[in-house]
């Protein structure tokens, strides 16, 4: 089981990127699934998160009215589509599958990160 993520780059002040987490090996779409970004002034931060079964999502302050978090089930693959972006969110994005009841515990739960640099 494993996490693709592809996305990511240099993008300019006020533009949009979409972030795309494929899984392999198991099904995504059962389990409820978060974007998290790293940086070495904040260490690892929820982004959002989704959960499965349409069951609903919720956004770090930062995120709400930026950021969509969304799932496409028949590919088992969760998007991170980012608007508006600003410096402030240059990161380390990464993917993962949550732990959720009634689902297996995976032994890799998460992405491999993608750079997202925005220039100041």
């Known amino acids: 089981a494993k996490l693709v993520q592809s996305g990511g780059g240099v993008m300019a002040p006020g533009s949009s990127l979409t972030l795309s987490c494929a899984a392999s090996g198991f099904a995504l779409s059962r389990y409820h699934a978060s974007w998290y970004r790293q940086t070495p002034c904040t260490g690892r931060e929820m982004v959002a998160n989704?959960?499965?079964?349409?069951?609903?999502?919720s956004y770090a302050d930062f995120a709400k009215g930026r950021f969509t978090i969304s799932r496409d089930d028949g590919a088992d693959t969760v998007y991170l589509q980012m608007n508006n972006l600003r410096p402030e969110d240059t990161a380390v994005y990464y993917c993962k599958a949550e732990r959720t009841p009634g689902r297996p515990t995976l032994d890799n739960s998460w992405g491999q990160g993608t750079q997202v640099t925005v220039p100041s």
């Open positions: 989704i959960r499965n079964g349409g069951k609903g999502t």
